[in-house]
């Protein structure tokens, strides 16, 4: 993994450490309330929810997961899907019960509490995890490339989607951004620790 990645994933922790000590002050009330104003009701980003649902979520999953096993006996690879996705999951719904935030005030809105946003949290670690795997089985850098470009775009639209939608508050979105980031980049420090037990950069 790149320094970078790590160096970002510090910052995503700082960023959801903030967060989650002052969304209910009134400066991040305010922010909520100008980026709300500026997506609510946006049909085009909206439609970006549906490739952030669960039931489409555990679609790809179990592709990947028959992928890994059938082709590429990628066991080690296969834990790490369980560990983003499954673990990712079971976090956020932890998160969601600690701090209990209830969500913005529209008719028809969910029951579950709102921070952090599960949409944006497993959005980023299915799309990252995706681009990830498919990064080490290409030997094409612009294909690997276009691979983490694509998931960065889609799962910041997944998120945006939330906040159109009005199901989340955009704080709500920024956490799960950050905490998805932070356990995928958790979650790959794992799955290459082996390569370098054995020494061995490109394993």
Known sequence: MKKGAFLFALVALAIFSVIALNYDSASFMAFDERIQSLFQGNDIIISFHYIGETNFILVIAVMLLLYLWVYGKNYRGMLFVLLTLAVGNSINRLLKHYFERPR??????????????????????????????????????????????????????????????????????????????????????????????NNDPDS
């Open 104 to 197: 913005p005030e529209i008719a028809d809105q969910l029951a579950t509490f709102s921070f952090p946003s599960g949409h944006s949290q497993m959005g980023v670690l299915y799309l990252l995890t995706l681009a990830y795997l498919f990064s080490k089985m290409t030997n094409s850098r612009k294909k690997a490339a276009a691979a983490w470009v694509i998931a960065i775009v889609l799962a910041f639209f997944i998120g945006l989607s939330r906040i159109a939608e009005g199901r989340h508050f955009p704080t709500d979105v920024l956490a799960g951004w950050s905490i998805g980031y932070i356990w995928f980049i958790i979650c790959v420090i794992w799955y290459e620790s082996r390569k370098y037990k």
